[in-house]
């Protein structure tokens, strides 16, 4: 069943506390995750920057398009690559 959130004022941390606890509701995860989870939602406002800036970013970044050259990386592949924020 889906679920909805009323249309109401929430701050990032509500927000995504929110999403947690739904998600985790039916199929908890281990005690030990759950609190670094918590602990990573309450430091957000901490970790996201205020002020983005554009740079390139990797589309579909997974182990066949990582090139190694004698255990050292040496290259991404990326057909997906695009510019924008962070």
């Known amino acids: 069943m889906p679920v909805?959130?009323?249309k109401i004022q929430l701050s990032k941390f509500e927000i995504y506390?929110?999403?947690f606890e739904i998600i985790n509701k039916d199929n908890p995860m281990p005690?030990?995750?759950?609190k670094k989870i918590e602990n990573l939602i309450k430091d957000l406002d901490n970790r996201i920057?205020?002020?983005t800036e554009a740079r390139l970013l990797h589309g579909d970044l997974w182990e066949d398009n990582i090139l190694?050259?004698?255990g050292k990386l040496v290259g991404l592949i990326d057909p997906g690559i695009y510019f924008d924020h962070n």
């Not at 005690?31 to 759950?34: G, H, Q, R």
Request: proline fraction near 6%; charge should be positive; aromatic fraction near 6%.
């Open 49 to 51: 920057p205020k002020k």
């Open 4 to 6: 909805i959130l009323e």
């Open 17 to 19: 506390s929110k999403i």
């Open 31 to 34: 005690k030990k995750i759950n």
């Open 68 to 70: 190694f050259n004698n």
